[in-house]
């Protein structure tokens, strides 16, 4: 039986298809699973510090020679961007013991100090930026327009404005450090991420004001603002003056674009932007279906999920838009019990090499099973992902729940000693 059937939006045009969920027999790649998961490569200096208690990271650094942290090669920002997530604290830390290094090597670069200080925005720390400023200064060391560029964006990336404000006064009537390009554009990245419109618009104007080009960056965050705070109008006229301009949108801005049109709820203009995206070979990213299957389904749109489907394979797009909308489409009928579709569904996206992306998922459609009392669909079902996905503790809980709620004991039995084998 054909799996994929072209033409898909009418669901009388699939009126060949078999209630059972023999559909589900087809073979599964052994990767499957893990086909679209992105694994981030291993830190080993991350993977220690997070092992190292805080009160020790400074004398870990110092005494640790496994690691060349004088080089110019070393990533600090990953480093202090994944630390961050996991130990704020930490990840100041390291930064001050970096700063004490480069004054005990009595470090005269202005790049290092501006990354430096640009590593403490990224972490919310102004205070410890301004101390990488003031401890610079002392050495003798003049601050250049790039310097003050990054204390002044750290400042924007805490809220502080104020001071930013105050920096940017200071270098305009200074002779060695005058604003750049740059300066604005940090600006106009700032208010953008403060959702404050009229000034990130005002920055954009006064950095053309200032003889500056616009570029890609500036409409980006000028663009993302707006949609942010829901000024879809001027949203559309930004992205309209920059193709007007002849400045090539980068994916952000297309996701951006995209997602403001979902958020007015219009279907058409997300039908015609996804085309124009198709046509213009751009990849459509899980971003960008996350946000249209969640207005398709609001709106209860799933003929127009099918036709997006049917869109993205003859468009040979893959990997985890693709994924996302299969789930979706899964998702939504298992919210209304339409198990048939659900089950040609399922088929459907095993064909094509994939597994479930979430056991939310998985248990939705585990929910509308027992719903129906479809139990030995449902052992089907079971049968069939078993091989291929890792059912998670959530998902035995419900399934326990279920069985022992409809008095199915020999089935509730067999899903305590699976738990059991699965160390769960």
Known sequence: MALVLRGVPSLAKRGSRIPQIIQLLFPIPFQTQHS?????????????????????????????????????????????????????????????????????????????????????????????????????????????????????????????????????????????????????????????????????????????????????????????????????DTADRLYEEMMSLGIMPSLHIMEWVLEGHCKRGSCDKVKEFLNFLLECKFEINGNMIENVVRLYSELGKVDEMEMLLEMLMEFNQVGEALLQLHCGIIRFYAMLDRLDDVEFSVGRMMSQGMSFKSPSDVEKVISSYF??????????????????????????????????????????????????LAGL
Not at 52 to 76: A, R
Not at 171 to 192: H, I, L, Q, R, W
């Open 36 to 232: 679209f998961s992105t694994a981030s490569s291993s830190d080993p200096l991350l993977s220690k510090l997070l092992q190292t208690p805080t009160s020790k990271i400074m004398s870990t650094l110092d005494s640790d020679h496994s690691f060349n942290l004088k080089s110019s090669q070393l990533s600090w920002d990953p480093l202090i961007t994944n630390l961050r997530s996991s130990s704020p604290e930490k990840a100041h830390l390291v930064l001050e013991w970096r700063l004490g290094r480069m004054l005990d090597d009595n470090e005269i670069d202005h790049d290092e100090y501006s990354s430096l200080i640009s590593l403490c925005g990224k972490i919310q720390n102004v205070s410890l930026a301004m101390h990488v400023f003031t401890s610079m200064e002392a050495r003798g060391i003049k601050p250049t327009t790039s310097v003050f560029n990054s204390l002044l964006y750290a400042c924007l990336l805490s809220s502080n404005v104020i001071t930013a404000l105050s920096l940017f006064e200071i270098m305009e009537n200074s002779e060695s450090y005058k604003p750049n390009s740059e300066t604005y554009d940090n600006f106009v990245a700032g208010f953008s991420n403060l959702r404050d419109v009229n000034k990130m618009q005002a920055w954009f104007v006064g950095k053309r004001a200032a003889g500056f080009s616009a570029n890609l960056q500036n409409y980006e965050c000028l663009i993302s603002g707006c949609v942010k705070a829901r000024d879809f």
């Open 371 to 420: 719903r129906q009392e479809a139990y030995e669909r449902l052992d089907l079902f079971l049968e069939h992902i078993k091989s291929y996905y890792k059912l998670t503790r959530s998902t035995y809980d419900l399934l326990v729940a279920g069985y022992r709620r409809v008095g199915l004991m020999e089935r509730l039995n067999l899903v305590m000693e699976d738990m059991k």
